[in-house]
Each structure stands twice: as structure tokens, then as C-alpha cells.
């Protein structure tokens, strides 16, 4: 699986949109961009993922570059709630039917009043 | 009701004991995952299993002996417990085909004494 880049940390001040860039140079055609949340002392949580058109849930937003190499999660109105770590994982099929996540260090949002 | 559960949710015991950690989905998922979570808050992949199948088995030491009964339960054996594997070990499922998103359970924490 490619490799990704994120910032370590990242502030955003509640209410207010926050923007996440993650860098995939590597990322091939069939790997998908996936982003998880880990709040603390809890499991990662699944928040959305793409190939590469740009993706809207009930969640966030997915932005991906045309040439894939990068890409942007937005949470469009940051709450308290939403301070995790976020991780953007590259992702391809094999070994049959399951893939595993790679996850690296994650960008640490800190979401303040 | 509780997706992916995990018992217990703190493990504390001493070097050398055997011990088990239980993980059940009631998400009718086929494949179901074991992570480990270091103190430095990496979060890698140990075991994947798809219909009671084992398909993915990373670097582990075999003293970890994971186990399906059934499609909804995987739980994970360790024998000779050592310092280094005192973590978080996190469960998760998902369908078993195509880009499905992972459900996590919310963690183990290991601490040996």
C-alpha cells in the first residue's frame, strides 16, 4: 500500500470548517483513500473513503487532487467532539477477500472553544 | 447495541501467564481483524480472518494463537506473556468483499506486570 503524509497536529476552533490534507504521491490506480478518526481510549472509527471522485457523507468530505497524489478531509463545522487523531490510509484489495489497514501517525486535531 | 465488543477491557497480569481476549460482532460481517496498539500509539494489523479462515498473519510471534468458532467471534490466545506485549489490542469487522469500511471495537488494554 502507498505511503502517506499528514501533519502531525492541526488546531481548529469549534464551529469553523476543519481541513485535513494528507500526500499519496505514490498512490496507484486501484488504492483507495480511506479516513479514520481514533478518539481517546476508544477504537478507530471509520469516517469516509474514495477512489477518486470527491465524496459527501453525513460526516465529512473527501476532496482527492485529479492526479490523486494528495487529498483533503473536511468536517465542515469542527465540534469539541471531533478532537482525534485522523488518519488517512491508502488502501488496495488482496490477500482475497480482506485488505488490512496501514495506519501511520495520524494529524492529532485539537478542536477549541 | 454494541457492534463489535471486546472482554475484557483491561487486562492487567504478570509475565509469563496465558491469557485470552474475547471479540464478538453482531454485524453479520465475514471477516473479521486483530490490531495492536503500542505505547507510541501505532496501530498495526496481526491477524485477519475470513469465514472462520485465517487470511492475513503478519510478523506475530506464534505465541499468539488466534481462533474463530464461528463468523461472529474471533478471539485471540497469548501464551508466555512477555513485557513487550503489554498494548491495546483492538478487534474489527467487515464484510467481507469490495471497499467496506472496518468497525472497530473500542480495545484490550494489555499491561503486564
Known amino acids: 500500500d502507498a505511503k502517506t503524509t499528514q501533519p502531525t497536529s492541526m488546531d481548529c476552533a469549534e464551529g469553523r470548517a476543519a481541513n485535513l490534507p494528507c500526500n499519496h504521491s505514490?498512490?496507484?490506480?486501484?488504492?483507495?483513500v480511506y479516513w479514520y478518526r481514533q478518539i481517546h481510549s476508544q477504537g478507530p472509527q471509520y469516517i469516509i473513503h474514495g477512489l477518486k471522485n470527491n465524496e459527501t457523507n453525513e460526516m465529512a468530505s473527501l476532496i482527492i487532487t485529479e492526479d490523486r497524489k494528495s487529498s483533503t478531509l473536511i468536517l465542515p463545522h469542527a465540534t469539541l467532539r471531533d478532537t482525534a487523531v485522523y488518519y488517512c490510509i491508502v488502501r488496495a484489495l488482496n490477500t482475497g477477500t480482506a485488505s488490512k489497514l496501514t495506519f501511520g501517525t495520524g494529524t492529532r486535531l485539537q478542536v477549541t472553544l | 447495541d454494541t457492534a463489535v465488543s471486546q472482554t475484557p477491557k483491561y487486562l492487567v497480569t504478570q509475565m509469563g501467564n496465558d491469557k485470552s481476549i474475547k471479540c464478538e460482532q453482531n454485524l453479520g460481517h465475514d471477516t473479521m481483524y486483530w490490531y495492536k496498539q503500542d505505547s507510541k500509539k501505532f496501530l498495526k494489523i496481526m491477524f485477519s480472518?475470513?469465514?472462520?479462515?485465517?487470511?492475513i498473519n503478519e510478523t506475530v510471534p506464534n505465541r499468539f494463537s488466534p481462533k474463530s468458532p464461528d463468523k461472529a467471534h474471533l478471539n485471540l490466545h497469548i501464551n508466555s506473556l512477555e513485557l513487550g506485549d503489554s498494548a491495546v489490542y483492538f478487534c474489527?469487522?467487515?464484510?467481507?468483499?469490495?471497499?467496506?469500511?472496518?468497525?472497530f471495537g473500542d480495545g484490550t488494554r494489555l499491561s503486564i506486570l
Open positions: 474489527a469487522s467487515s464484510p467481507g468483499t469490495g471497499h467496506r469500511p472496518q468497525h
Open positions: 505514490t498512490i496507484s490506480g486501484n488504492e483507495y
Open positions: 480472518y475470513n469465514n472462520k479462515e485465517l487470511i
